[in-house]
């Protein structure tokens, strides 16, 4: 067997034999990223493959064997079923995950001449694109037939009182955390990495050497580094952070832990109570618990929503003096978006929320950010 990366998935059938497709199939992605440890895409593909090769071997079918119909009864199961897991209903999105992931490995399976059929069809339809110069324009996509339609639902920003009333629940790591999505973009897996060692000194913006300084992100969605650039006012909350609050944490975990002097401060910017990282369903519970008391209606991904909205609209106000600056091609590069298509939706977005907007655009670096305490 090859090295296998650090989390590596691998799956097994009912008498504890390796699937050999699937194990070859994920570690090609997982040799693609050239990383010591496995990518959470590999562990997402790992996990959706695992509910696939179950689904089939409680059916009692080969995978060989398997055809769209097959295909489509998994994916209407799910419509029509909660999750075993949370009793929940599938979220569609969820759905088509799971769907294009079973459909990626057939494709490939069919490549490497492991079958000798598709299972699934592609069909060419006209969609509306946007290419890098902010122009809109059609072209041929091939769909797969077996994706759930989803109703477009369009994601709103969060006004500045709506705001301050989030914060007023927010316990102060979390808060930190929703700080920095709302006021540079970060998404839940890229807070949970950062680090102290790559928050910057504030000092220089504060003298005018340099108005601007990014911070690198090397573990982000699909494994894309990018680079953010958080306001001066969120690196002072920062450092105003890491020098009280997470300092609280240490020192009150290495009180706790006298008799073990084995612990050692994790690099991460965010730590919990316990003196470890915050997690990501940490972090998702402890802003689902603010939402709730604040009377509100969303997640962390709101905030994220928010900063793209008011970065759009502040750039599109700028873009007109500036006719080579292209607002949605910068929003792109600002949230780690692979296709413009995915960013051009907060052009609809900032049309139908103007008004919210406006309170917004002079205070992206300052205001917006509300204050700790």
């Known amino acids: 067997m090859p090295n296998v990366p650090l989390g590596f998935p691998i799956l097994f059938d009912a008498d504890m034999a390796i699937i050999e497709p699937a194990f070859v199939w994920l570690m090609e992605h997982a040799e693609l990223s050239g990383r010591a440890q496995a990518s959470e895409t590999v562990r997402t593909y790992g996990e959706h493959l695992h509910d696939w090769f179950d689904s089939l071997e409680q059916s009692g079918i080969e995978w060989r064997e398997a055809d769209e119909r097959v295909i489509a009864a998994y994916r209407n199961r799910m419509l029509e079923n909660p999750s075993t897991h ?14 294009s992931t079973v459909c990626r490995f057939y494709g490939w399976a069919l490549d490497r001449g492991l079958i000798d059929h598709c299972p699934f069809r592609l069909t060419e339809k006209m969609t509306l694109m946007l290419d890098g110069s902010y122009r809109p324009g059609l072209q041929r996509r091939q769909v797969n037939e077996l994706i759930v339609s989803r109703p477009e639902k369009l994601p709103r920003p969060l006004r500045a009182d709506e705001l301050a009333r989030l914060f007023a629940h927010l316990r102060p790591t979390a808060r930190l955390a929703a700080q920095w999505a709302l006021g540079a973009g970060l998404r839940r897996k890229e807070l949970c990495a950062l680090a102290v060692d790559q928050i910057p000194d504030s000092w220089p913006l504060d003298l005018g050497i340099d108005p601007l300084v990014g911070v690198p992100l090397h573990i982000t969605k699909g494994d894309r580094p990018r680079t953010v650039y958080p306001p001066l006012r969120l690196l002072d909350h920062t450092h105003w952070y890491i020098g009280e609050e997470r300092a609280r944490i240490v020192r009150r975990i290495r009180r706790i832990r006298r008799s073990d002097r084995r612990y050692r401060a994790p690099s991460n910017l965010l730590l919990n109570e316990h003196g470890r990282a915050m997690t990501r369903k940490l972090l998702t519970a402890q802003l689902a618990e603010a939402f709730a008391a604040s009377g509100l209606q969303g997640t962390l991904h709101w905030l994220r929503h928010t900063f793209a909205m008011a970065m759009l609209a502040r750039l599109q106000v700028q873009a007109r003096t500036n006719p080579d600056l292209n607002p949605l091609k910068v ?17 609809r977005c900032v049309e139908l929320h103007e008004r919210d907007l406006s309170e917004s655009l002079a205070y992206l670096y300052g205001e917006l950010i509300p204050a700790d305490g």
């Open 86 to 99: 949370t009793g929940r209903p599938y979220a569609r999105t969820t759905i088509n995950a799971r769907v």
């Open 331 to 347: 929003v792109q590069v600002l949230l780690g978006h692979a296709s413009i298509t995915t960013t051009a939706i907060y052009l």
